[in-house]
């Protein structure tokens, strides 16, 4: 089991930036990987943010994040971050790190449909009017 921490988030105003961090622990082999973003706003679904592939890099984005958000990874760290620019009240949720143990297939991690096995604790962003 992959153990996940977040950190990074907290309050900001409406058009700032935070950056969310998510670090990992416990991959037991260096085959490629997929890790993701979510997120759950009060009272309603989590749905996946961001996503990004171990050993090419490559990224999804939901509609949501596209253009305003960035999932970059440093693999020495076993960390992935989600830089949020241009932020919304409608941004604000608990949002999660989730990891998908290798093997993963990359083509579900590039178009978002990795089903992730292993979940941080959530970490609160509220960005206010």
């Known amino acids: 089991q992959v153990q996940l921490v977040e950190s990074g988030g907290g309050s900001v105003q409406d058009g700032g930036s935070l950056r969310l961090s998510c670090t990992a622990s416990?991959?037991?082999?260096?085959?490629?990987?997929?890790m993701g973003w979510f997120r759950q706003p009060p009272g309603k679904e989590r749905e996946e943010v961001a996503a990004?592939?171990?050993?090419?890099?490559?990224?999804w984005y939901a509609d949501s994040a596209e253009g305003r958000f960035t999932i970059s990874q440093d693999n020495t760290k076993n960390t992935i971050y989600l830089q949020m620019n241009n932020l919304t009240p409608e941004d604000s949720a608990t949002y999660y790190c989730?990891?998908?143990?290798?093997?993963?297939?990359?083509?579900?991690?590039?178009?978002?449909?990795?089903?992730?096995?292993?979940w941080g604790q959530g970490i609160l962003v509220t960005v206010s009017s």
């Open positions: 989730a990891a998908e143990p290798p093997p993963t297939w990359q083509a579900y991690c590039e178009k978002g449909l990795t089903r992730f096995d292993d």
């Open positions: 416990g991959f037991t082999d260096d085959r490629g990987h997929c």
């Open positions: 990004i592939y171990s050993t090419s890099g490559t990224t």
